[in-house]
């Protein structure tokens, strides 16, 4: 419990995006478990992944832009406008095929097959340019979004991922 959607949009029954966040507790020292509910394709993935130094009252900064495609190579997504400095740019792609090459200027923290993560500091508010990964031809998804910092020249920090869960149905 505890989690709050943040994204979630369906360019089929193949690729699903949800974003869900949540404000960490005491409870969450040591070895939490955490239980999802996937519908749809035959292949689930997700990370689960720590970042401090965030602002905990407005996590997100900015609405977030999605882009879809059921064909193509390049899996371009509109910029964000972000409206505070000191801010952690994200960029979340799925897809059914390999990933090729990551978003220009980014920190890639997460890759496996057809999902990436990526990262990118941000000092200053405003907009970011679109971002765009590449994959092998086929149905795909990216979201864009921005984590707030903690207050005046805080930036949030991205941590390494602390849960991986992938499963075929």
Same mark, same amino acid.
């Given at each position: 419990s505890?989690?709050?959607?943040h ?6 029954d ?6 869900? #966040?949540?404000? $960490?507790t ?8 955490y +239980?999802?509910?996937? @519908?749809?394709?035959? %292949? !689930? ?10 602002n ?7 609405p #977030?832009?999605? $882009? ?9 997504? +509109?910029?964000?406008? @972000?409206?505070?400095? %000191? !801010? ?41 340019g679109?971002?765009t990964?590449?994959q092998?031809s ?30 075929r149905?």
């Open positions: 505890g989690w709050t959607l994204a979630h949009h369906s360019t089929s193949w690729v699903i995006h949800s974003i869900f #966040y949540r404000v $960490a005491s409870a969450d020292n040591g070895s939490p478990s +239980a999802f509910t996937c @519908t749809g394709g035959p %292949y !689930t993935e997700g990370v689960i992944f720590r970042v401090t130094d965030f905990p009252s407005t996590p997100m900064d900015t #977030y832009t999605f $882009a879809t495609g059921m064909s193509g190579s390049t899996r371009p997504n +509109a910029g964000i406008t @972000t409206t505070e400095d %000191y !801010t952690l740019l994200v960029y979340f792609c799925g897809g059914a095929d390999t990933i090729t090459a990551a978003p220009s200027g980014m920190t890639e923290v997460y890759r496996s097959g057809g999902f990436g993560i990526w990262v990118e500091d941000r000092a200053s508010a405003g907009a970011t679109s971002r990964s590449s092998t086929s149905f795909w998804a990216a979201t864009t979004f921005a984590i707030r910092g903690a207050g005046s020249a805080s930036r949030p920090l991205f941590r390494q991922p602390r849960r991986f869960i992938t499963a149905r």
